[in-house]
């Protein structure tokens, strides 16, 4: 069954520091989804990539997918207490018939403290 | 706000017994999509529909059905509970470009 990985699985880290999550696939990933979740709340889009080696930002927060499509990275700059919560990456099953089925990772919790 | 709604917020019922969760997608969304959060499992997906169709079917037990109307709203409906369907319940729609923007979602406790 294909399986998403991410790492680390929490993070603690001090407001301005910069952090790395990662989320890893043994399979091609066809679409990949970041999403930040507050505590027993609903998911908050962040950002999709569907192509190997894009990039996209938004305000502090950018994510890559690599070249093979097996990992993205989802990369905090100057973190800041709003940042903190849980953030969840997703991927299409796959192609056709399947697209926007999603599977996801366990979630990686983020901890920014002042 | 993502543009979905979810009702009720929580919902607190006994084993056995039926429940209905609802769902209105963002304007103009056509695909609505049913996932369940729980510690053990994290977040799974249940199903999906497609402008009243269904299109795909995840990890939903039997005991679960769901349906698209012709507004596209759409219903989960949750049958002989069990303690272990107590969870997060979220409901998800897309558009064209395929962004899924999620619900607030529902606590189901089945006591």
């Known amino acids: 069954s294909q399986e998403l990985e991410q790492s680390p699985q929490s993070l603690i880290v001090q407001e301005g520091k910069n952090l790395t999550i990662n989320c890893t696939s043994s399979?091609?990933?066809?679409?990949l989804y970041w999403y930040k979740q507050k505590y027993g709340e609903g998911l908050i889009f962040l950002m999709m990539?569907?192509?190997?080696?894009e990039e996209k930002s938004h305000e502090k927060i950018t994510a890559k997918l690599d070249e093979k499509k097996q990992q993205s990275s989802l990369h905090i700059t100057a973190s800041q207490p709003s940042h903190a919560g849980i953030y969840l990456c997703?991927?299409?099953?796959?192609?056709?018939?399947?697209?926007?089925?999603?599977?996801f990772g366990r979630g990686t919790q983020l901890t920014v403290w002042p | 706000d993502s543009g979905v709604t979810q009702t009720p917020k929580h919902l607190i019922t006994a084993t056995g017994q039926r429940v209905t969760l609802r769902c209105s997608p963002r304007?103009?969304?056509?695909?609505v999509y049913w996932y369940q959060q729980s510690l053990d499992q994290g977040l799974q997906f249940l199903i999906q529909?497609?402008?009243?169709?269904?299109?795909a079917k995840g990890n939903i037990l039997e005991r679960f059905s769901a349906q698209q109307f012709p507004d596209l709203h759409s219903e989960l409906n949750l049958s002989s509970l069990e303690l272990g369907d107590s969870a997060l319940y979220f409901c998800?729609?897309?558009?064209?470009?395929?962004?899924?923007?999620f619900g607030p979602g529902t606590r189901l406790t089945v006591l």
């Open positions: 998800a729609s897309s558009g064209p470009g395929g962004e899924q923007f």
């Open positions: 990539l569907q192509k190997g080696g």
């Open positions: 997703g991927a299409d099953k796959g192609r056709g018939s399947t697209l926007g089925r999603l599977y």
């Open positions: 399979k091609t990933l066809y679409g």
């Open positions: 304007s103009g969304d056509l695909s």
């Open positions: 529909y497609y402008n009243g169709e269904e299109r």
